[in-house]
């Protein structure tokens, strides 16, 4: 069965859960046992499997499901770089250099030369 027929749910349910397996794993392995019990701990961790887990599974099963091939879905996730750091730059004043910025016109620039010479 292939994701974009599977369920949306069901692939993040999948995903999530491997992703406690290894963290598990590893904190068992280096011998860490230091969790912060607070509403900002489970508020991180429901931001991180719902939005960004959740939110990026979505949206790729979303994109597959609306015919776009898999080469398509891959080359816009190479605006993930990108997009984080205009993000950080509005939500938490984070700095862009000059370099950084010529980085990601090069980069939209590519992801839009892949996606038109794919249609």
């Given amino acids: ?64 499901r609306k015919s776009r091939r898999a080469s398509q879905v891959s080359a816009m996730l190479l605006l993930a770089p990108p997009l984080a750091a205009v993000e950080s730059y ?3 004043s984070e700095s862009m250099t000059t370099i950084q910025i010529v980085g990601f016109i090069i980069t939209i620039a590519g992801v839009y030369l892949s996606l038109a010479k794919a249609n």
């Fill in 1 to 64: 069965m292939s994701i974009s027929s599977s369920d949306i749910f069901s692939s993040m349910a999948v995903q999530n859960l491997a992703a406690s397996v290894v963290s598990c794993g590893f904190m068992l392995f280096l011998g860490e046992s230091l969790f912060v019990v607070g509403w900002q701990s489970f508020a991180l961790v429901a931001w991180g499997i719902l939005v960004l887990s959740g939110g990026g599974v979505f949206l790729m099963v979303s994109l597959l």
């Fill in 90 to 92: 509005f939500l938490f």
